[in-house]
């Protein structure tokens, strides 16, 4: 059972675009985390976000954890070619103890 | 700080045999887990070691088992591999247990499994 559905599963936009990459659950979860990952490599931790209707941002990229703590999104300004790469939301469910759920992933393109 | 290692980074096996993954955790992280990654099923959570001990368990197999040493180092042995085995393994280390957003965790660049 996937507990984290994330949306789109692959993007492929122009350099200069913005974009929207979301992240949805019926389950609560006590954090969230966003991690990108290159090809050949393990997934590298962007952001962590704990408190419902929190919003984190790293330069161009801007991270909100829904309300309810049962979603997420990430969006990314002005797209650049380094920004492409698999996104993947990782949740702390409130009743799994120490285990992450992970999200299938969006891939994204960013075209130059 | 040196990340997470892995080792060895690409492995090919043959149907039956059996195979052992080695991980290196960033120092003073005391939390190992294991995870396979294939285009189908995504990150999936195989076991999490903390302090030498099992704290949490996926829903894997039997034939999928860990351990962790004193110095956090850890292992995972997969027995009897099967085509469907054939994934990318990645380590990640945390330096506390889970709970209140405290769980963050750092990627090993993992290792290749091809089983033919």
């Known amino acids: 059972t996937q507990l984290l559905e994330q949306s789109p599963q692959f993007l492929s936009i122009q350099e200069g675009e913005n974009l929207t990459v979301y992240c949805n659950s019926s389950?609560?979860?006590?954090?969230l985390q966003w991690y990108r990952q290159e090809p050949g490599e393990g997934p590298v931790l962007l952001v962590t976000?704990?408190?419902?209707?929190e919003v984190k941002k790293l330069k161009r990229l801007t991270f909100q954890f829904g309300d309810a703590r049962k979603d997420s999104s990430l969006h990314i300004t002005a797209a650049q070619p380094g920004d492409t790469g698999l996104y993947l939301c990782?949740?702390?469910?409130?009743?799994?103890?120490?285990?992450?759920?992970f999200g299938e992933g969006t891939q994204l393109t960013v075209n130059p | 700080k040196a990340g997470v290692t892995q080792t060895p980074r690409y492995l090919i096996k043959t149907r039956g045999q059996q195979v052992t993954l080695s991980c290196s955790p960033i120092?003073?992280?005391?939390?190992v887990s294991w995870y396979q990654q294939t285009p189908g099923q995504g990150l999936q959570f195989l076991f999490e070691?903390?302090?030498?001990?099992?704290?949490n368990k996926g829903n894997f197999p039997g034939r999928f088992s860990g351990r962790q040493f004193s110095n956090s180092r850890s292992e995972m042995n997969v027995s009897t591999l099967e085509l469907g085995d054939s994934a990318l393994y990645l380590c990640?280390?945390?330096?506390?247990?889970?709970?209140?957003?405290?769980?963050?965790?750092?990627f090993g660049p993992g290792t290749r499994l091809t089983v033919t």
């Open positions: 990640a280390s945390s330096r506390i247990g889970g709970g209140g957003g405290s769980y963050e965790q750092y």
């Open positions: 389950s609560v979860f006590s954090s």
């Open positions: 976000v704990v408190t419902g209707g």
């Open positions: 990782a949740g702390e469910a409130e009743t799994s103890g120490s285990r992450l759920t």
């Open positions: 120092s003073g992280h005391r939390s």
């Open positions: 070691y903390f302090s030498e001990t099992q704290r």
